[in-house]
């Protein structure tokens, strides 16, 4: 485990990972000591302190006319980090503005294969926000086999972020699916279509992704009034499917008939 490159993450200097080390491995201890335990010039030392300290890594002791110099408790490192993981996602939220402004023209990004398809999944879980939703159309056929497991990773994020989701799908599936929090599905009549084209498309935050899983592409497009759009269609489509009978009595008949 390269401990230098962990405590970068933590916002320390190569310099500072490198005298911290070196005073853990022997303290309290003189700036020369501290030199010579990490192999280190003492000028750099000299540099390196004052940052520490302010950070509340290392504290002075005074012993007589010498100066001291102790490490606090690793600890301290965690409250770091924090701080700067938390820079780090302002950071990107700036950037991501700025990127955003960048042109008003929709982005078209296209996938391959099984990766390509969790690569999408990912941007999903990745982009909401906690407690956000995103609404699914999914025209699937049942057959297991045919229905690779959700990515673990894309699972975890989707339930710590406690997103929600609205699903609009077919008789079979929607008789199919078990009770979940935070997942609300109507289903299209198969009295007016099939709804098994095996094609899924999402619609989250400025972003709309279609999926097709019998060739295993798919594909994104950024546009934020393309996202209203889509979200306008499928919300006024989920509103007359639930209105049509579909509530929680009729999808438990449902599940019954297809058991």
Do not use: C
């Not at 000591?33 to 302010?54: C, F, Q, T, W």
């Not at 005074?62 to 606090?72: A, F, S």
Request: glycine content about 2%; aromatic content about 8%; charged content about 35%.
């Amino acid at each position: 485990m390269d401990k230098a490159a962990l405590l970068k993450k933590a916002g320390l200097s190569e310099r500072e990972s490198d005298v911290y080390l070196a005073l853990l491995s022997r303290f309290p201890a003189t700036v020369s000591e501290i030199a010579k335990s990490g192999n280190l010039h003492r000028p750099d030392v000299y540099r390196a302190l004052p940052s520490l300290m302010e950070s509340w890594l290392v504290a002075v002791r005074p012993k007589g006319k010498r100066t001291l110099y102790v490490p606090e408790s690793p600890r301290r490192l965690e409250r770091l980090y924090e701080n700067a993981k938390s820079s780090f996602t302002a950071m990107i939220e700036s950037l991501e503005s700025e990127y955003s402004r960048s042109s008003d023209r929709p982005t078209l990004r296209h996938y391959e294969g099984q990766k390509g398809i969790q690569d999408v999944l990912f941007d999903i879980v990745e982009r909401l926000p906690k407690n956000g939703e995103y609404l699914r159309f999914s025209s699937r056929r049942q057959i297991p086999d045919a229905m690779p497991p959700l990515p673990e990773r894309y699972v975890r994020l989707r339930d710590d972020k406690n997103l929600a989701r609205l699903v609009i799908t077919n008789e079979e599936s929607l008789a199919s699916k078990r009770e979940r929090p935070n997942r609300e599905i109507a289903a299209i009549p198969d009295s007016f279509w099939r709804f098994d084209d095996d094609v899924t498309k999402i619609i989250y935050s400025d972003r709309v992704a279609i999926i097709d899983y019998a060739s295993k592409t798919a594909f994104t497009i950024e546009s934020a009034p393309l996202a209203r759009l889509e979200e306008k269609i499928f919300r006024l489509l989920f509103r007359y499917l639930r209105r049509d009978g579909q509530d929680e009595r009729s999808v438990r008949d449902r599940r019954k008939k297809f058991q």
